[in-house]
């Protein structure tokens, strides 16, 4: 069960170093997205978002060192939910064609249901995380490949996300 947890703190954490990592290199365009999803002045965005960062970065390594875990769940999942109420309370204000930096290139589509749910169950999979037993030694490197597997997977969910609806040809 450990290893679960493990792998589970791993993903999680790198989930949000790549975040927070994205924020560093993408300010600009991030800040924009940040004023239009909280409806910030531009100059206000650009700390929000380097904060975002900051926060991300501390929670991710939190996540790695297990006395710690509980504290970067927590705060994992507050980002976490915080990001999803932001992105549907956007969308549902009608602002759901704005980039929400969600991920790295700009979204073809806009704030989609999939960026929503993806904040949530990231957000809920940090809240089981905070609650799960603490305990475990350091990195094993089996944990990590398998945490480094389900960002790929991660990542290409949200590829196959973007994929524009297929559409049925009708038969005359």
């Known amino acids: 069960m450990t290893t679960v947890i493990q792998v589970a703190a791993l993903f999680l954490a790198a ?3 790549a975040s927070a990592a994205h924020k560093l290199v993408e300010r600009a365009r991030l800040a924009a997205a940040t004023a239009g999803l909280l409806r910030l002045h531009p100059a206000v965005a650009m700390p929000v978002t380097m904060a975002a960062a900051a926060l991300e ?4 390594l939190a996540l ?3 006395a710690s875990r509980p504290v970067g769940a927590l705060l994992a999942a507050l ?3 915080a990001y999803g109420a932001a992105l549907f309370a ?3 204000r009608g602002d759901g064609g704005i980039d929400c930096g969600c991920e790295f ?8 249901r999939f960026a929503i749910a993806r904040a949530f169950m990231l957000g809920a999979a940090a809240l089981a995380l905070f609650v799960s037993p603490v305990g475990g030694g350091g990195v094993d490197i089996r944990s990590a490949f398998a945490a480094l597997a389900f960002l790929a997977l991660l990542f290409a ?3 196959i996300a973007q994929l524009p609806a297929p559409t049925r040809s009708v038969a005359r």
């Not at 290139?105 to 989609?112: F, L, P, S």
């Open 57 to 60: 970065a501390a929670a991710a």
């Open 15 to 17: 989930v949000l170093a």
């Open 79 to 81: 980002l976490w939910s």
């Open 157 to 159: 969910a949200g590829e």
């Open 64 to 66: 790695v060192l297990p």
């Open 105 to 112: 290139g700009k979204r073809r589509g806009g704030i989609g």
């Open 90 to 92: 956007a969308r549902r």
